[in-house]
């Protein structure tokens, strides 16, 4: 699976913001604040598992995979 920026940065968003909705998510990743690519990205880690969808009383909440976030910071720590 092919993570890129954008994936990476929904998750590291939701890492820092658990609890966040979708929408908050995908303003913060979109380019230029875009709401409708930002959703996408944020659809597309949801379906790698990289982000978890809580879902309570018709409201979504975003909690991040602690295992996946861990293994994105090593690779980081490699990288550096």
Sequence with gaps: MRIGPRMRAAVEY???????????????????GSNAYGYRIVMRAIRAGLIRDISLRRKSFLIESHTVLSRLRAERAEVR
């Excluded at 998510?25 to 230029?32: C, M, N, R, T």
């Design 14 to 32: 939701v890492a820092d913001h658990s609890g966040c909705t979708k929408r908050e998510v995908s303003l913060a990743v979109g380019p230029h």
